[in-house]
């Protein structure tokens, strides 16, 4: 069965410092990964995603995130946290040879960036 | 290009109503899922529809239906509503399912 598992409920960082939310996953496929994050009470926001090529996905508003085919692994990085940041981020997957485009996604990630 | 819109914002429904929900994809996107967020969730995905066909369809009872038009624009209906239908129903556009644009979703509030 497909499944994302996002261990933390909460992260808390300081402003300035490295982030990083973490995100493992399952699907008898190739995986296609994606991040979104969400501000109250609003929709989803894509951050960046793997399909297929480098390791390392770069994405918006300097995120970045590393895919480890071994670790079934796709952690959210960035090297410099923003108060700005703080948002509910979400770590998603899609089996490449599922036909019906279904995103399986994790609980949720709240981020809180400290001033 | 306007990005996935939907219809509309807020709405509040009494239990054992109907409700529809709308969502216009991305010019181009032949595909549309919608997805259901509870608070404090992650979403569930209720539907996919690619080319005006049903592909995907998550665990839901029948009480949830959808249907895509020639111009791919979506309608999901929800029926006999209940408390538990409280949700952010949030609708997804793809070109080929390797990206999906959200839009900003439907609140709706059973009482």
């Known amino acids: 069965a497909q499944s994302v598992a996002q261990p933390e409920d909460q992260v808390n960082v300081a402003e300035g410092n490295p982030l990083t939310v973490k995100c493992t996953y399952s699907?008898?496929?190739?995986?296609?990964l994606f991040w979104y994050v969400q501000y109250p009470n609003r929709g989803l926001q894509f951050l960046l995603k793997?399909?297929?090529?480098d390791n390392l996905v770069k994405g918006s508003y300097g995120f970045e995130a590393e895919f480890n085919k071994s670790q079934t692994s796709f952690h959210l990085k960035k090297p410099s946290a923003l108060v700005s940041d703080s948002a509910l981020y979400f770590c998603?997957?899609?089996?490449?040879?599922?036909?019906?485009?279904?995103?399986?996604w994790g609980a949720g990630t709240k981020l809180i960036i400290k001033p | 290009d306007a990005g996935v819109t939907q219809s509309p914002t807020h709405l509040i429904k009494t239990r054992g109503q109907q409700v529809t929900l709308r969502c216009s994809p991305i010019?181009?996107?032949?595909?549309v899922s919608w997805y259901q967020q509870v608070l404090g969730q992650g979403p569930q995905f209720i539907f996919q529809?690619?080319?005006?066909?049903?592909?995907g369809r998550g665990n839901f009872p029948d009480r949830f239906s959808a249907r895509q038009f020639p111009n791919y624009s979506s309608e999901l209906n929800v029926n006999a509503l209940l408390l538990g239908d409280s949700a952010l129903y949030l609708c997804?556009?793809?070109?080929?399912?390797?990206?999906?644009?959200f839009g900003s979703g439907t609140r709706l509030t059973v009482v």
């Open positions: 997804a556009s793809s070109s080929q399912g390797d990206g999906y644009t």
């Open positions: 010019s181009g996107h032949k595909s």
């Open positions: 529809y690619y080319e005006k066909e049903e592909r």
């Open positions: 699907v008898s496929g190739n995986p296609y």
């Open positions: 793997y399909i297929t090529g």
């Open positions: 998603a997957v899609r089996d490449a040879g599922d036909s019906n485009y279904q995103l399986i």
